[in-house]
């Protein structure tokens, strides 16, 4: 096990826009390897008051593209006297990781909301490209999550609906995959602010493969008492 390993976020991370605004999605685990360095980390991060990223990929590139960003948009802002719009955020991102795409190996989804467009998401994957969507998945359990939203995501959809949504999402991809877990985070961004959410382990909907067994074949043969031999 090599502790000296990059932290990975070995994520899931997801955005979706819904009917007056956006929710974001993530799990907790950072990984090291095979060795889980922090179980509850935070890959929602603030950029401004009204735009936030999920952050996968390596830990530190992700957190050096958001520390740059928030450093520019807070320019930004001063200079024009108002808030910064998402598509601004997004561009900023979308701009340092493809002028950067050979030394950063980060996945960002912006979302946010703002009084020109409403709510929005955009996906910036590894290599700089940007892409306005109305649901974006990142991460390494994304992989388990694109057939679950081609069937699950609709417009028009209410704030709790996309929340549901999302944290179903995420949910069944910590059941998938093992570079997710810990727990659930959400933001909801809309016209009157921002809201954090916190969902436990605890609280998770779980599936096939973690339901107690019932009337399990292992259950009957361990429950009967061991008949003697006859030679």
């Known amino acids: 096990m090599d502790l000296n390993a990059p932290h990975s976020m070995g994520t899931t991370i997801i955005g979706v826009t819904y009917d007056g605004g956006v ?20 890959k929602i991060t603030q950029l401004t008051d009204n735009v936030y990223i ?29 808030p910064a719009t998402v598509k601004v955020a997004a561009n900023l991102v979308r701009l340092l990781s493809y002028n950067n795409k050979n030394m950063l190996q980060t996945g960002i989804i912006v979302g946010g909301w703002d009084k020109y467009e409403g709510g929005k998401i955009y996906g910036i994957p590894l290599g700089g490209t940007i892409l306005e969507q109305p649901f974006a998945i990142g991460g390494s359990g994304s992989s388990y999550l694109y057939g679950f939203f081609d069937q699950a995501w609709k417009e028009g959809m209410s704030k709790d609906e996309a929340e549901q949504l999302v944290v179903k999402a995420v949910s069944l991809a910590i059941a998938r995959d093992g570079a997710s877990g810990g727990v659930v985070r959400t933001v909801i961004i809309n016209s009157d602010g921002v809201t954090r959410n916190f969902y436990p382990s605890d609280k998770l909907q779980l599936w096939h493969e973690e339901l107690e067994p019932q009337n399990s074949l292992l259950d009957i043969l361990s429950a009967a008492s061991p008949e003697p031999m006859n030679i």
Not at 23 to 42: C, I, K, P, Q
Not at 59 to 81: K, N
Request: proline share 0%; charged share 15%.
């Open 54 to 82: 999920c952050r996968s990929g390596s830990a530190a590139d992700s957190q050096i593209v958001s520390d740059y960003v928030r450093y520019f948009l807070h320019q930004h802002t001063i200079q024009l006297g108002q």
């Open 23 to 42: 929710v974001l999605g993530a799990d907790s685990r950072t990984s090291t390897g095979m060795y889980v360095a922090n179980r509850a980390s935070d």
